[in-house]
């Protein structure tokens, strides 16, 4: 039969019987060549390799069963995000980055709040995102729509004139309103958040840029903090102009409730006689839900609910979260989480290097994080607090 075939052919033949008989003696006398090289394995390798560059990162890996941290103990803490079915595909994003970054080590559980019933659409989907608990709320409805009591020919010229300034977010949305109002008001006394001590706040449409290689909530608790913070900038003026003259008619009635060594000269740049506008972004914070359940933040903001300036102006939970932060608590009990990138647009904070940007796998940039920006109030806080505040801040 060779004697019919070409020489080439011969030749070809010969290296292929070659390569077999090299083959079978590699594979009986190797196991490690065997293991290798055998058709199972190189089907699972393969499966592998896509669902590690499909499905997890490398920036996202934190470590393995062996690793210490695995066992730390947790906090009595809770991850909250007020949101609407419609917003199910931001919720799930952010959920999703929230628990690749760090959850999924911890464990934390999940809250859900709405106005109105969360549909199983948007059920499904937020429990497939999480291996944690997740709990679904609704919000009394009293807490969340505009007060009887309030004058509604005042509040829709309070929003006319808002809204013909061109440059406010929501100046006329009543929903917005009433988000505001109940961040800064109900949100704690759900009946869900009831039994925890700490919560973390979470929005749709957000993105956590780096690995959190730490729990905040411990550190939180081991240094005796109380509110804690990644973005700081000033407010527009223009949607709370009573705010700050509410708030020292709440101060003279109430000096026992001032903290000795508060951090007044974050918010004013004048010894309290005015508000320099400076306050901590709320939509992400991670804070002490027994502040908010305090005498003094309870009393604070019925005084401000009586005002009317939810909805007469358009008084955010941000300014008054800060406001009360700033004056209820000593300055030492506030936290900017300097090693958490966080993003949601327009606005972000990336790490710089010496706060963890390369060992946190940041996927940020830190030329573009807003503390570079003039309307940032980081350098008045580092100011303010000075040397407080270290280890994972600054």
């Known amino acids: 039969m060779l004697r019919s ?3 080439r052919t011969r030749i070809v ?4 019987v070659l390569i077999i008989f090299i083959h079978a003696s590699l594979s009986y006398t190797s196991t490690t060549y065997n293991s290798m090289t055998s058709i199972p394995n190189l089907v699972q390798s393969i499966r592998e390799k896509d669902w590690h560059v499909d499905k997890v990162p490398d920036q ?3 470590g393995d069963v062996t690793d210490p941290w695995l066992k730390e103990p947790r906090a009595n803490a809770t991850l909250v995000m007020l949101a609407r079915n419609k917003d199910v595909k931001g919720a799930v994003e952010s959920i999703r980055h929230l628990e690749d970054r760090f959850n999924h080590r911890r464990g934390y559980p999940w809250i859900f709040l709405n106005d109105e019933p969360f ?4 059920k499904t989907r937020v429990k497939l995102m999480t291996k944690s608990e997740v709990k679904f709320g609704v919000i009394p409805k009293e807490q969340w729509r505009q007060p009887s009591w309030i004058n509604e020919t005042r509040a829709e010229e309070g929003r006319k004139k808002l809204k013909a300034y061109g440059f406010v977010p929501y100046a006329d949305s009543v929903p917005y309103r009433n988000m505001c109002r109940y961040n800064s008001g109900y949100f704690f006394r759900h009946e869900l ?5 700490w919560y973390w706040r979470v929005e749709p449409n957000i993105d ?3 690995d959190i290689q730490f729990d905040p909530f411990n550190y939180m608790q081991e240094h005796k903090k109380t509110y804690g913070f990644t973005i700081s900038m000033v407010e527009y003026i223009e949607t709370i102009p009573t705010l700050w003259d509410t708030t020292k008619e709440f101060i003279r009635l109430h000096p026992e409730y001032i903290a000795k060594d508060n951090a007044m000269k974050f918010i004013s ?8 506008k400076c306050h901590f972004w709320s939509n ?7 502040f908010w359940r305090s005498p003094a933040y309870m009393a604070f903001f019925e005084y401000l609910e009586s005002k009317g300036g939810f909805y007469y102006e358009r008084w955010g939970d941000a300014p008054v979260h800060s406001l009360a932060a700033a004056l209820f608590l000593p300055r030492d009990q506030l936290h900017f989480f300097a090693p958490i990138g966080y993003e949601h647009n327009p606005h972000n904070h990336c790490p710089t290097k010496s706060s963890g940007f390369e060992e946190n796998h940041c996927q940020c940039g830190p030329e573009h994080s807003f503390d570079e920006r003039p309307e940032s109030c980081l350098g008045k806080f580092m100011e303010t607090v000075g040397a407080l505040d270290m280890g994972k801040g600054w």
Do not use: W
């Open 5 to 7: 075939l070409s020489v």
């Open 13 to 16: 033949f010969a290296v292929i």
């Open 60 to 62: 996202y890996y934190l």
């Open 119 to 122: 549909d199983e659409n948007f």
């Open 193 to 197: 958040l009831r039994p925890y001590k």
């Open 208 to 210: 956590y840029t780096c």
């Open 269 to 276: 740049d004048d010894g309290g006689d005015s508000f320099n």
């Open 284 to 290: 992400f914070e991670i804070a002490d839900l027994d």
